[in-house]
């Protein structure tokens, strides 16, 4: 009878566990908030910074967001790389951008971070109503965001959202970040980087007088069939001037949401058109060779970067060469 007794006892006690438990994850029921939560756990550095930003009250309102938190080492590495000795040598404006872009609207559970991209609070140049993104790149095991940083614990719950710790502070994205990061434009990438003289890295990461810009990348299969047409097996097999020429083509120095993007020719880089087109069922791009783009799917559009928008199409595009 004792035995019995004791056993039932445990079962009890189990039971009550699991419904505490069930009852937490549903209401927060004795949570701290995204404020006390960072500040218990050790994220002192980018709570002061998010206070010193003006944000601060976003750790702290009713309002669920997902905060990506840098350790302390992880933001002092990032004072250090950017050159400012401490967080309040970096200026108010970009202080707050930065701190904003390690905010996701919502309660974003790690289950739910899966590779593509989600917007974070920050903005740049490219876009006064849409914000940057960011792209998550999970292969299974390891979290990366923009390429960079990396997922080390997810979901630290607070009563107000949830917290994704990462050793690295999340880098502002340009729009030549987002085509390293994403394994989808690596043949984009690839071109881009094949004579360094060109210099498309410096000219996409930065905010030169032509940007914001709005590049529309093409597909991995898109960028071989560029190969196919001109029958090389490599983008070195193309001269400089004339791969100068086909990349400058798919990059306008205006950044054009996909709404705002309407039926006509758009001057690029290259100095050639090419043409929009809207067919109702979504719109296409001709080049001057008369070959075809389609702009893809709702995820792939809209890309915003700190310098740019990117949208991707299923085509490579060709000037005249």
């Given at each position: 009878?004792?035995?019995?007794?004791?056993?039932?006892?445990?079962?009890?006690?189990?039971?009550?566990?699991?419904?505490?438990?069930?009852?937490?994850?549903?209401?927060?029921?004795?949570?701290?908030?995204?404020?006390?939560?960072?500040?218990?756990n050790?994220?002192?550095?980018?709570?002061?910074?998010?206070?010193?930003?003006?944000?601060?009250?976003?750790?702290?309102?009713?309002?669920?967001?997902?905060?990506?938190?840098?350790?302390?080492?992880?933001?002092?590495?990032?004072?250090?790389?950017?050159?400012?000795?401490?967080?309040?040598?970096?200026?108010a404006?970009?202080?707050?951008?930065?701190?904003?872009?390690?905010?996701?609207?919502?309660?974003?559970?790690?289950?739910?971070?899966?590779?593509?991209?989600?917007?974070?609070?920050?903005?740049?140049?490219?876009?006064?109503?849409s914000?940057?993104?960011?792209?998550?790149?999970?292969?299974?095991?390891?979290?990366?965001?923009?390429?960079?940083s990396?997922?080390?614990?997810?979901?630290?719950?607070?009563?107000?959202?949830?917290?994704?710790?990462?050793?690295?502070?999340?880098?502002?994205?340009?729009v030549?970040?987002?085509?390293?990061?994403?394994?989808?434009?690596?043949?984009?990438?690839?071109?881009?980087?094949?004579?360094?003289?060109?210099?498309?890295?410096?000219?996409l990461?930065?905010?030169?007088?032509?940007?914001?810009?709005?590049?529309?990348?093409?597909?991995?299969?898109?960028?071989?069939?560029?190969?196919?047409?001109?029958?090389?097996?490599?983008?070195?097999?193309?001269?400089?001037?004339?791969?100068?020429?086909?990349?400058?083509?798919?990059?306008?120095?205006?950044?054009?949401?996909?709404?705002?993007?309407?039926?006509?020719?758009?001057?690029?880089?290259?100095?050639?058109?090419?043409?929009?087109?809207?067919?109702g069922?979504?719109?296409?791009?001709?080049?001057?060779?008369?070959?075809?783009?389609?702009?893809?799917?709702?995820?792939?559009?809209?890309?915003?970067?700190?310098?740019?928008?990117?949208?991707?199409?299923?085509?490579?595009?060709?000037?005249?060469?």
């Amino acid at each position: 009878m004792i035995s019995l007794k004791n056993l039932f006892l445990a079962i009890f006690a189990s039971a009550a566990l699991v419904s505490c438990g069930d009852d937490d994850n549903g209401s927060g029921t004795g949570r701290t908030n995204l404020a006390e939560t960072l500040n218990s756990n050790g994220f002192t550095t980018f709570k002061a910074a998010a206070d010193l930003a003006g944000v601060g009250e976003r750790l702290t309102g009713s309002t669920k967001f997902t905060v990506l938190a840098p350790s302390n080492s992880a933001f002092d590495q990032f004072l250090l790389e950017s050159g400012y000795s401490s967080i309040d040598a970096v200026p108010a404006a970009l202080l707050r951008e930065v701190v904003l872009n390690h905010f996701i609207s919502g309660d974003v559970d790690g289950q739910a971070l899966v590779t593509g991209y989600k917007k974070t609070q920050a903005k740049g140049s490219a876009s006064t109503t849409s914000t940057l993104s960011v792209f998550i790149n999970n292969d299974g095991s390891t979290i990366k965001l923009n390429g960079v940083s990396t997922i080390t614990t997810a979901d630290l719950r607070a009563s107000n959202g949830r917290i994704h710790i990462v050793d690295r502070v999340v880098p502002m994205p340009s729009v030549y970040t987002h085509i390293q990061a994403n394994p989808a434009f690596s043949s984009f990438a690839a071109a881009l980087q094949t004579y360094s003289s060109a210099q498309f890295a410096q000219t996409l990461s930065g905010n030169g007088p032509q940007s914001p810009y709005t590049v529309v990348v093409p597909t991995n299969e898109g960028m071989n069939n560029i190969l196919n047409t001109l029958d090389v097996d490599n983008y070195s097999d193309i001269p400089e001037a004339n791969l100068t020429k086909v990349l400058n083509y798919h990059i306008l120095s205006t950044a054009k949401l996909y709404s705002v993007i309407t039926d006509g020719p758009y001057a690029t880089l290259a100095g050639q058109n090419f043409t929009v087109q809207n067919t109702g069922g979504g719109k296409k791009i001709t080049d001057t060779q008369a070959r075809v783009a389609n702009f893809t799917g709702t995820t792939t559009r809209d890309i915003i970067a700190s310098n740019g928008v990117i949208h991707v199409i299923d085509n490579g595009l060709l000037p005249g060469l």
